[in-house]
Structure formats: structure tokens, C-alpha cells
């Protein structure tokens, strides 16, 4: 094979491992999650409202701490995001645990252009040729549009990382902002076709297939 003419992480992140939370480890979660929207700076709107059912989205693994992203509508209208990230300690048992949480206005249902809902959170760095850094972006959501069933993260053509939808949900961790190329999310159907694609940084774009 001939070399490679840019070097870049793929597949980084170990693949989902684990089932929706459920039980008690879920209730674990979801103190964690929010307590981390009490502390959310929400500007100029008056109130978050109370926050509904957690959707949690595929767990991701890198470098030895988990993510397990988070979305859930509020009573204001809102939509909170974030996730919950811990290790594991000497006896496979969580600890370490860590968690973050923010919110917006701009809502799926507030927008009925978009074809893939997306949420991101940069969690780390990686450091490249000529001294370049990638930002190692958690990304996650949902496809808006009927028959989709994997997500990839491409960056510059190149396919970084990629996920099967899991309850119609998807997490990705994969390089972005890299020396000038940024992140895009494709959703494809079993068939191989593309559904669409959304950039993290553009309005999302439906492709023509």
C-alpha cells in the first residue's frame, strides 16, 4: 500500500460496549448529569424549567475514560446536552466520575430543516506533523431522516471514525479541526447509500444520493 499523505487518529475510540443505562447505575448517572445543569449559564433566558426524561446515547472509550452522552427537553423549551465520563478502578468498578451539561434554544423541533440533530463537546487533543492539533471531539444525536442506520465522521474525505445507530442514537470520537479540515457526520442506510451530511461548523446540507 502507499503511504499515507496525512497523518490523522482514526477509529481512536473503542466501539460501544455497554447497553442503555438502566436501574440503579442509570439513577447514578443521572445525578451526576444533573447535577452538572446546575450549574449551566443560561444568559439572557430566565429559567431552565425542569428537565425531562434522559435520552442517553452509545458510550465511547478513549484513552480509559467512558462517555456516555446525554440530551433531554426542558420544561422551558430548552434542551439541556452534555455527558457523564468516568474510569474504572482495579476492580472493573466506576469511579472518576466526571460530568458536564449546557443548554439551547435551538431544538430539532424549532427547526425542520435539519436532517441530523448533532451535539459536541471537545474532551482532548491531538498533537500531529508540523506541530498541528486535532481537537478530539465527542459527537452525538440522532437522524432526522427515516432509514438511516450508521453514522461516519469524515474529515477531509477520510473516514475518522463511525458508528451503527443505537435507539436511533449515535456517539462518535474523532478528530476535528485539523490543519484547516473540519469535521463532517454522514448517515448512510444499510445499503450503502448516503443519506445525508452535516459539517459541525454549516447548516446542515441533505445530499442527493
Avoid: K
Amino acid at each position: 500500500m502507499p503511504p499515507e499523505p496525512r497523518l490523522v487518529p482514526r477509529f481512536a475510540a473503542e466501539p460501544s460496549q455497554d447497553a442503555v443505562p438502566s436501574g440503579r447505575w442509570a439513577e447514578r448517572l443521572q445525578g451526576e448529569f444533573l447535577a452538572a445543569c446546575l450549574h449551566i449559564d443560561l444568559g439572557e433566558v430566565e429559567r431552565l424549567g425542569e428537565v425531562g426524561e434522559l435520552l442517553w446515547h452509545p458510550d465511547r472509550t478513549w484513552h480509559g475514560r467512558t462517555f456516555l452522552p446525554a440530551t433531554a427537553s426542558t420544561e422551558s423549551g430548552l434542551e439541556v446536552f452534555g455527558y457523564v465520563s468516568y474510569t474504572l478502578d482495579e476492580d472493573g468498578q466506576p469511579t472518576g466520575f466526571h460530568a458536564t451539561a449546557d443548554a439551547t434554544s435551538e431544538t430539532a423541533e424549532a427547526n425542520p430543516d435539519w436532517s441530523i440533530d448533532l451535539c459536541d463537546e471537545v474532551v482532548g487533543s491531538w498533537r500531529g506533523e508540523t506541530g498541528a492539533t486535532a481537537a478530539m471531539t465527542l459527537v452525538w444525536g440522532r437522524p432526522l431522516l427515516a432509514g438511516g442506520a450508521l453514522v461516519t465522521a469524515e474529515l477531509a474525505d477520510l473516514c475518522v471514525d463511525q458508528c451503527e445507530l443505537r435507539s436511533g442514537r449515535f456517539t462518535l470520537l474523532a478528530p476535528d479541526d485539523y490543519r484547516g479540515d473540519t469535521l463532517e457526520v454522514h448517515l448512510w442506510d444499510r445499503s450503502g447509500t448516503r443519506l445525508a451530511r452535516e459539517s459541525l461548523y454549516a447548516e446542515d446540507t441533505s445530499d442527493d444520493a
